[in-house]
């Protein structure tokens, strides 16, 4: 691999290539996610030898603290850029709120350090855009997006047998994220807020399933979306509808809620031979899909199209793996630039088409368009706590 890109006026990356060594990885956030799903799964890769830990950050200097010294890592900071400077990781996660999100990838990237940032990416696609032009040449740095869900052995499989067309067709999808949200959760400042958080359901939601409905069946090309603001005291809404057509010809429909007390994850694929069907909540395995054959499909068949092989959940661990590789051989991974992109275009499309009215078309949102900015465009019609039921 070679060494990471840098960029004038800024600190060089790492000098010495990756080959024949660990992977120095830092940690910006101490809260939940990093504490509950990166460190564990950074962790579980220093014990293989392939990284090490050098450094965790946060504002708040004693949470940065304690859990430097609760996950035994050396280094305890609350500024990034002198982390940069002074612990010169060649990975950095990124576990903050989402307005941050677009600064912090950016100075990693500058600083020579590939990044791996938590959903959703960043506010707007405006924001994606100046992260992809932060990132280095040939070879890295990248930055890369946590959608863990691609990187099950389910959801290779299945992705297996939809793109030889062992399924045929792909005719008719549904891809559902219906959870439950109290007040409690609200009550944390910046979410259900457009600056903040970006989008409500949607964008910090439902992008996991779409993502993977997206990996699954290829490039979208237009959506026709709703969205309203049932329950919460939020600028966000708090329920999204969508239907979406994608460049095969299929067929969609997306629902979005934190309204929901039966909570579940599910996508649904009815192609011209069987149709496909994952049910779960926050993860998977491989006995969360099944796999229904058209009745003429021959037993042997179906029975092979089941065979999933060694399971691997999806996980923060599976996704982590697979971005160490793209690492190492200076490749550009997965979930990063155009593929990483397209989730968040469907997403920016759904709050148009549901705040104008129209349908979008893909590739339609770009410079000059309001909602290639802010997800809500600076919609008037949703000022903070209009909650009148109405679809936007």
């Not at 080959?19 to 220093?46: M, T």
């Not at 280095?136 to 297996?160: C, K, L, N, T």
């Not at 690492?327 to 997965?334: D, F, I, L, T």
């Amino acid at each position: 691999m070679s060494t990471p890109a840098t960029h004038p006026g800024t600190p060089p990356g790492p000098a010495a290539p990756l080959a024949g060594r660990r992977v120095r990885a830092a940690v910006v956030g101490a809260g939940a996610i990093g504490r509950g799903s990166h460190l564990p799964a950074l962790a579980r890769l220093a014990e293989e030898g392939d990284v090490e830990v050098v450094a965790v950050v946060d504002i708040d200097a004693t949470a940065a603290e304690t859990l430097r010294a609760e996950a035994g890592v050396p280094h305890a900071h609350t500024d990034l850029d002198r982390m940069l400077r002074e612990q010169r990781p060649d990975l950095v996660t990124i576990c903050t709120p989402p307005t941050l999100h677009r600064a912090q990838t950016v100075a990693a990237l500058r600083a020579g350090a590939w990044v791996w940032c938590e959903k959703p990416p960043v506010p707007s696609l405006a924001d994606y855009d100046a992260v992809e032009s932060a990132e280095g040449e040939d070879g890295g740095p990248y930055a890369s997006i946590v959608f863990q869900h691609r990187f099950g052995s389910g959801a290779r499989h299945v992705r297996r047998l939809l793109t030889t067309g062992a399924l045929g067709r792909p005719l008719v999808a549904h891809c559902q994220t219906t959870w439950y949200r109290g007040s409690a959760y609200y009550a944390v400042p910046w979410r259900g807020r457009w600056a903040t958080e970006g989008g409500g359901p949607a964008m910090g939601h439902g992008i996991h399933q779409m993502d993977l409905l997206l990996d699954l069946l290829g490039p979208w090309s237009e959506v026709r979306g709703m969205a309203a603001r049932l329950v919460h005291d939020v600028e966000t809404e708090d329920v999204s509808t969508a239907l979406v057509r994608f460049a095969n010809g299929a067929l969609a429909t997306v629902v979005n809620s934190v309204l929901s007390p039966d909570e579940v994850s599910r996508i649904r694929v009815d192609c011209e031979r069987a149709t496909v069907e994952l049910t779960h909540l926050y993860g998977y395995g491989n006995a969360d899909w099944r796999i229904t054959p058209a009745p003429d499909v021959p037993a042997e068949e179906a029975a092979d199209w089941r065979n999933f092989g060694p399971d691997e959940p999806s996980s923060h661990l599976a996704q982590l793996r697979e971005l160490l590789a793209s690492m190492r051989a200076g490749q550009r991974p997965r979930s990063s630039g155009a593929d990483g992109r397209t989730s968040l275009e469907l997403i920016s499309a759904l709050y148009k088409s549901a705040f104008t009215g129209t349908t979008v078309r893909s590739g339609e949102i770009g410079p000059g368009d309001p909602y290639y900015t802010a997800l809500h465009g600076d919609a008037p019609g949703w000022a903070p706590a209009a909650r009148d039921g109405a679809s936007a």
